[in-house]
């Protein structure tokens, strides 16, 4: 602490300076965290940094403190550990994208370059490498690059590798894209220089070179560099796990301050950026990691399979941006491509990458994968079957509705768990779901409890990390509760994910504290704040709306669960027994989409069991004609395969005298024409009609 407290008297006259970007409140919570600090009232400090960042400091903010405050203070905060190092890394993070945004500037980069070759002053030349990294990083690589392709000027091709060599690990993703080229002199030093940077990133393709150029110079540089940046030997191995990684956002290869705007390519202009939406980044590099993937090694399953995924994932997340209202123009081409790419890939890559995600839990990637199965599966697969045993519910139902394709298609019969998965998804009443995001378990399970009285399902994580792992696999969230202090990330960081998470970027988020200043910190940033189990009031306008998103989607799970019931019925193959009673279930409350598909299957299956609540839809004047005439076309199937007893017959007949509509009539009394009766029950039902 001594060193910090040391160095605190000039963060506040640093602070002080920063510039007007800054909003001033912000500026002052800042300063006042910095001298509490300094005077060892810790609590008090904390509060007023949580203050700066409850009040969503932005990127050019985040970015104009940092670049006013000392680099080591922040670093001596890191050290202090706790919620004083979450909050430097938090500032720092956000000043990393606030810096990203204002990187692309080719007169700036152009003019630091050429100060660059222009002088001999090592100390200048540190402070021009230092600007180029802080103030454009990746975008500064394309202009440095050009010197490592010359081979007439030594000296000015050193200083650009050194100075790529000292930025920072920005550069590494146009590094490799750069290795594309067919120049093998230029691919020798990009090969040197990614070596000297050292970052597990080039690991992959550096193997691929070491192990494929045909290029004595490049093996050799690219040899030497795999080693350094820690290669395995395996290129392909090593580039399989760098797309694996990229899917699931790991830290390995996608800190926060990884994420960018654009991607590189290399063509006949050179290496290009292309601007990209941040929320398909690591899918798109994802993709790329398996493609190099498949370069080393053509037959790759797992390859394929990755590509399949990456670009089945990219697919869905372009649709939901452009329905989002977000503009993805531009970007057409390369979702039709990928669209292509997913069919491509073949069955059994697309069954591998299911089989992925059955073992991870990535429901929402499972989910797709299922269904563009569906369409292509002659055959039960392995994936399918993985699918329909696990645990996970939407996964479960897309895998039964797929196999029942496959079983209707071929002719053959659905087995008996792909029966009972379609009922328990035809007759699953959708339940809401909540994420509670707490390090404070007794908080977090109080409130939990106190949810499921509400009926509503929890998901617990004790984590920020952990918390925004969870909502990016569970589709369907209704509400995300966020606890006040967290091991390892800001409630800043946290709700910020959760926001521009495009799955949860609508999802209402409550903040539990018990800490009114902190909630009045929070205020505009959240849906509500709760103080504990006892306060729940405010959820109720979350779990009083309808249906929307994943919501939605489970409900046309339903729907497309009793219409494939429906078919198998009327096929005739397959048993439908443990599925009837789930049918039935849906009858009393479930809208038409759900209960007509379901009434249909229960005409071609259903027993004496089901014909009570049949006849309930029949009957009831609240219900729509539709639903009413599917109920006594059931009715008529039931009637026409079996012998049945105890039927309502009064009500029925009552129905045909009633004001229902003739389309309901008739279909009532085409059932009763099917239904065993006396010809004096008859001769009295014909009497109560034609009363004149």
Known sequence: MTLLRSKLGMLIALAALATPQIAEAQSSDFQEGVQ????????????????????????????????STESDIFTDMLMEGGEFE????????????????RLNDEAAIKDLVQALRSTENVMERRRIIRKLSADHGEYAVPYLLRALAESSDDDWRVTAMNALTDMSTDVVPPLIEALATDDPFLRRNVALVLGY???????????????????????????????????SGDALALLLKDGDDYHHRRASVLRSSDYSDVVWNWGAKGLVSVPIPRAIYSNEMSRRAYQRALRVRADSLEGLAGIARACIVTEAKLTALAEAGEDVAGLEEQAAQNSLAVSAAGTEALDLALQWSVATGDSATGVLLIRALAELATVPTQGLLSALASSD???????????????????????????????????????RIAAIIDSDSARAHSVGQAL?????????????????????????????LVGDRMPDLTI????????????????????????????????????????????????????????????????????????????????????????????????????????????????????????APIIAVVTDAKRSDEARIAAADALRGIFGRQAVTGVDFASLGALLASDASFEVQAATSRAIGRLQLSPSDRTNLILSIQRN
């Open 36 to 67: 509490l600090l300094q005077r060892g009232r810790r609590e008090e400090a904390l509060a007023a940094f949580q203050r700066v960042l409850a009040a969503d400091l932005s990127h050019a903010e985040a970015y104009e403190l940092w670049k």
């Open 492 to 611: 800043d960081q946290v709700i910020s994910a959760i926001h521009q998470n495009t799955a949860t970027a609508e999802t209402p988020v409550f903040l539990v504290t018990s800490n009114e200043n902190l909630a009045e910190s929070y205020g505009g940033r959240v849906t509500g704040v709760i103080s504990d189990a006892s306060d729940l009031s405010a959820l109720s306008s979350v779990f009083d709306t309808g249906l929307t998103g994943d919501r939605a989607e489970a409900d046309d799970l339903s729907r497309r669960a009793s219409r494939a019931l429906g078919l198998l019925a009327g096929a005739g193959h397959t048993d439908l027994g443990p599925a009837l009673g789930d049918l039935a279930g849906t009858l009393a409350s479930r809208p038409d989409s759900v209960t007509i598909p379901a009434l249909i299957a229960l005409g071609g299956a259903g027993n004496q069991a089901q014909i």
């Open 393 to 431: 519910g939407a996964m479960r139902g897309e895998a039964a509705v797929a196999l029942a394709a496959v079983a209707f298609t071929g002719g053959q019969a659905a087995g008996a768990p792909v029966v009972a998965a379609l009922g328990a998804s035809a007759g699953r009443e959708i339940v």
């Open 86 to 101: 979450l909050f430097a890394k938090r500032v720092i993070g956000l000043a990393k994208m606030g810096r990203a945004e």
């Open 197 to 231: 940077v050292g970052d597990p990133r080039a690991a992959g393709i550096l193997t691929a070179l070491a192990g494929g150029d045909p290029d004595g110079g490049v093996v050799a540089a690219a040899s030497g560099s795999a080693t350094r940046c820690g290669s």
């Open 452 to 480: 499921d009285g509400y009926g509503v399902h929890v998901n617990y994580s004790a984590t920020g990390a952990s918390g925004l792992t969870m909502i990016y696999r569970v589709p369907g969230l209704d509400v995300v």
